[in-house]
């Protein structure tokens, strides 16, 4: 299996984003962090160079500067440029890095399932700046306030009306949920037939009875809005809706959880890479009553730990997407991935805090910060518990409660 | 061995619980935003003999005979069972005052007790890796460094100072201070600081490593009754919370899984109050293990509180993550335990090749 060690166009999108995220992300992390505030010029900037808000549907030619293959047979390279790069812009900041991807949530459904014409719609709601001058952002909204983990039990209701759906029902945890230009919403609709009547719209930010509600304070990636989003009788074209048939359902969606989960375990490593690195940098040179903090096993061994769970962390995310990439299942593998890197990432920013002592208490230290920011990973995208569900289900099929 | 509480205890163990449920706990959410304890702090804690109760009586304090490190415990898990961030506060005079009342000269009495007695804060803080400079001046020392972040220092009028072997008290217009607002225990007046000090052979307080690690082994015990407090606080918003959460047609606290978070994190609460309340009771004894206990229960209590809290936000799911709910507070409020006074394993382990 290709580790992307050795390949020309890992290696350019690793330097690229590495040092992206290192120069432009970094220095703003604990600004963006403290004010909880989108970095809408970066994101504007990062635009520049492919980091766009709906790169998943665009392919990645700018930042690669290679066009995909297009024959669907072929292997492709988009999951693991995704995780290749994830990583990197983590490692800077793991809430901007949302900002910067968060629309890929919402484009990723639309890539799928939609119609050429949805795609273009879609493209077009994201095209040219708002009114306060910021480029425009998806949200994906599926969450609601009393379904998390269990997406079949979704309220929230879609009713035909001629060639309109009604979509009824609020959303809670919105990534981009309050300046979203465009929202992927779903809803139910057929209620007699459970998860195969969730679908997917395509819903334009303004659209009467569409409400972003309050916006959440968080424990981490602050730079990352979290929002409810109301929908109150919100009128959507038929055309709007993803999918027909049997496509389109909440099967897919699954499937679509598939290829981000490897991506979304790539950002944990980032995390712990971060505060692996910071408290390595700190290690060397450094001394403790006058021995060098490189000389004891207490600390040396925790650095050994930490390497060696983020290695791991790192080459399962590499793996699932390399299974993605070659059109191969990989359910399992993308969960093994995610729930592996997210304990990484709270076992590594966790133990870097207490090695470091009072020092890591200072207001806007990025260690702190990496802390709080390494928990979303066990909660979001489905949380640890849920990931080691579909393990354990794939390894005798019944789902353990 | 009995385990009962006597009657004095069993008296401040419902009077604080009340407090805490009550007022600490309605205060928490507020005084974390505001970065600030409400006003009605020092009143309240002042009714209930917080701030003097280590001032001796003869100085205008509630200290009568020898204070009982097991009574403080016991309080500290209820202060930590209601805000971390407000209990440091109550309990941040305690180190001082026990330490000027053993082992201080009549003038650092006079001037630690009569701020104290008019509302003052001290504090205590533990040069754990001996970054500070200290050399002798004239009878007394001259100590230059950096101080904190610690609790109370942006507000403290004094600072008991541990440094190698030495205890001093140091005014805190010595300091060059800088009140800060770390995102743990937010309300507790944190500061920073720059100490380039004379400390006159009256404010030397003690010249003894064992009293040093006495003092310690005071703020040992106390954080780590109230780390025990805030990890069984995680629990039972968490217990609540996940009998009343439905997934997939089911109570989520009825998964397995999730009963053993809960359950292991109980099961490390529990220990770290009983290990805390040990170390408590050989202080009061006099026992020469008395240190090493309060030191190890700094230790458990430290892993307990740091992974109850971490799995109190992960049973709480995405509700967990943002501050309407109470557990991201105190998953905050796990990291000042695990970082004041430095990493107590590696003291430990530093304190083993000596
Ligand atoms: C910052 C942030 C951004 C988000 N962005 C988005 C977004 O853009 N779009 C969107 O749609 N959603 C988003 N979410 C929502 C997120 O996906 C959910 O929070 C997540 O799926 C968990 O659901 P829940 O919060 O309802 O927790 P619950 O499902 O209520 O889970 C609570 C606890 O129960 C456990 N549990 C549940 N079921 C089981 C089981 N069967 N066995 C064992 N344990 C179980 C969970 O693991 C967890 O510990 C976001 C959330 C956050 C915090």
Same mark, same amino acid.
């Given at each position: ?6 390949? $020309? ?17 970094? $220095? ?124 079949? +039990? ?36 057929? $209620? ?191 949380? +640890? ?17 | ?354």
């Amino acid at each position: 299996m290709d580790l992307f060690h050795d390949s $020309p166009m890992f290696n350019g999108v690793r330097q690229m984003l590495g040092a992206f995220a290192k120069q432009s992300i970094r $220095p703003i992390a604990t600004k963006h962090d403290l004010e909880e505030s989108m970095p809408w010029d970066l994101m504007k900037m990062a635009q520049g160079f492919g980091l766009t808000q709906t790169a998943v549907l665009d392919g990645r030619k700018k930042l690669t500067g290679q066009d995909e293959d297009p024959d669907p047979k072929k292997p492709k390279s988009q999951s693991r440029i995704s995780v290749v790069g994830s990583e990197e812009l983590a490692y800077g900041c793991a809430g901007i890095c949302l900002a910067l991807g968060g629309s890929g949530l919402a484009a990723s459904p639309v890539s799928r399932m939609g119609t050429t014409e949805q795609k273009e719609e879609f493209r077009k709601l994201l095209a040219g700046l708002d009114e306060k001058g910021h480029i425009k952002v998806a949200a994906m909204a599926l969450s609601e306030p009393s379904t998390g983990s269990d997406i079949s +039990g979704l309220s929230t209701s879609a009713r035909k009306d001629g060639d309109h759906w009604i979509i009824r029902g609020s959303k809670q945890w919105i990534t981009n949920g309050q300046s979203a230009a465009v929202f992927v919403v779903w809803a139910q609709t057929e $209620p007699a037939a459970g998860r195969a009547g969730v679908r997917g719209f395509i819903v334009a930010r303004g659209t009467p009875g569409l409400i972003p509600g309050k916006k959440e304070t968080k424990l981490g990636i602050r730079a990352s809005e979290t929002a409810q989003v109301h929908f109150e009788d919100v009128r959507v074209h038929t055309d709007m809706m993803l999918g027909a048939g049997s496509q389109g359902g909440l099967s897919d969606t699954k499937k679509m959880l598939d290829s981000t989960r490897p991506v979304v375990a790539a950002q944990a490593v980032g995390i712990a890479r971060a505060a692996y690195d910071y408290l390595l940098d700190r290690v060397r040179g450094g001394t403790t009553r006058g021995t060098p903090l490189a000389s004891h096993q207490h600390i040396m061994f925790e650095l050994a730990e930490m390497n060696m769970e983020i290695t791991a962390s790192r080459l399962l995310a590499h793996r699932a997407a390399w299974l993605a990439d070659h059109h191969q299942e990989n359910v399992a593998e993308a969960s093994m991935a995610k729930a592996h890197a997210a304990r990484t990432a709270q076992h590594v920013t966790t133990r870097a805090m207490v090695l470091l002592g009072e020092e890591a208490l200072q207001p806007g230290h990025p260690v702190e910060k990496w802390y709080r920011d390494a928990k979303i990973y066990d909660i979001f995208e489905g949380t +640890g518990q849920i990931q080691r569900r579909i393990i354990a289900k794939h390894l005798t099929g019944t789902n353990p409660v | 061995m009995r385990f009962s509480l006597d009657d004095e205890q069993g008296l401040v163990v419902q009077t604080i619980k009340r407090f805490s449920d009550r007022d600490l706990r309605g205060w928490a959410a507020d005084a974390d935003r505001a970065g600030a304890p409400p006003d009605k702090l020092t009143a309240m804690g002042g009714e209930l003999g917080f701030f003097i109760d280590a001032v001796p009586a003869e100085h205008d304090g509630m200290l009568e005979g020898a204070y009982a490190h097991a009574t403080r415990a016991l309080r500290g898990f209820e202060l930590g069972r209601g805000c971390a961030g407000l209990a440091a506060l109550l309990e941040t005079n305690v180190e001082p005052a026990l330490a000027v009342g053993r082992w201080g000269s009549p003038a650092a009495k006079q001037a630690l007790f009569g701020s104290l007695a008019s509302g003052g804060l001290a504090t205590f803080i533990f040069d754990s890796r001996a970054a500070l400079d200290v050399v002798p001046e004239g009878d007394g020392v001259r100590v230059t460094g950096s101080l904190g972040p610690a609790p109370a220092l942006g507000a403290a009028s004094h600072v008991v100072l541990a440094t190698r072997d030495l205890l001093l008290l140091v005014d805190a217009s010595a300091l060059t201070r800088e009140a800060i607002t770390p995102s743990g225990w937010r309300a507790a007046k944190w500061g920073t600081a720059r100490v380039d000090a004379r400390v006159a052979a009256d404010f030397v307080i003690a010249r003894d490593a064992d009293a040093v690690r006495m003092v310690l082994a005071w703020s040992h015990v106390s954080l780590a009754a109230r780390a025990a407090g805030v990890a069984t606080a995680s629990m039972e918003y968490a217990a609540q919370y996940a009998t009343e959460r439905v997934q997939f047609g089911q109570a989520i606290g009825t998964f397995e899984s999730l009963i053993r978070l809960r359950d292991d994190a109980q099961t490390g609460a529990h220990a770290a109050r009983l290990v805390a309340l040990h170390a408590a009771w050989a202080l009061d004894a006099g026992l020469p293990d008395a240190f090493d206990f309060a030191s190890r229960a700094r230790v458990l209590a430290n892993d307990v509180v740091a992974r109850a809290t971490i799995d109190a936000v992960q049973i709480f799911g995405g509700y967990g993550f943002v501050n309407d709910y109470p557990v991201e507070k105190l998953m905050r409020d796990a990291r000042p335990f695990e970082a004041l006074h430095g990493d107590e394993r590696f003291n430990r382990v530093l304190a083993s090749k000596e």
